[in-house]
């Protein structure tokens, strides 16, 4: 499975901002698919992640209520709308896709595409 993260960005503190994660390859509609970030001197986190069908997902408890993650399977794409983002969410954003059902765990994620930047301004 191939990915492929797009739409990082510089924006200011309380705009938003959507990332997309294109899957390609044998199997990359079989996969799980999540969002980690790596904030500037830190390890990488979870931010979100979903299932298959899009029925489940699972947030980080920094991000909930502002961001959403959604897929769609006929694009084979996952997308992360951040809304109300603030200082704190200044990072590289990473896309992942995994065979578990739903998972927060970056071990568990056997795919990533390359990271995206976001900057958020003040």
């Known amino acids: 499975v191939q990915l492929q993260a797009s739409g990082g960005g510089l924006v200011q503190a309380g705009g938003s901002l959507r990332l997309s994660c294109t899957a390609s390859?044998?199997?990359?509609?079989?996969?799980?698919m999540g969002w980690f970030r790596q904030p500037p001197g830190k390890e990488r986190e979870f931010v979100a992640s979903?299932?298959?069908?899009?029925?489940?997902?699972d947030y980080a408890d920094s991000v909930k209520g502002r961001f959403t993650i959604s897929r769609d399977n006929d694009k084979k794409t996952a997308y992360l709308q951040m809304n109300s983002l603030n200082l704190g969410d200044t990072a590289v954003y990473y896309c992942?896709?995994?065979?578990?059902?739903?998972?927060?765990?970056?071990?568990?994620?056997?795919?990533w595409g390359k990271g995206t930047k976001v900057t958020v301004s003040s």
């Open positions: 992942g896709a995994t065979p578990a059902i739903l998972t927060v765990l970056p071990r568990e994620f056997n795919y």
């Open positions: 390859g044998p199997g990359s509609n079989r996969v799980a």
């Open positions: 979903i299932t298959r069908g899009g029925g489940n997902t």
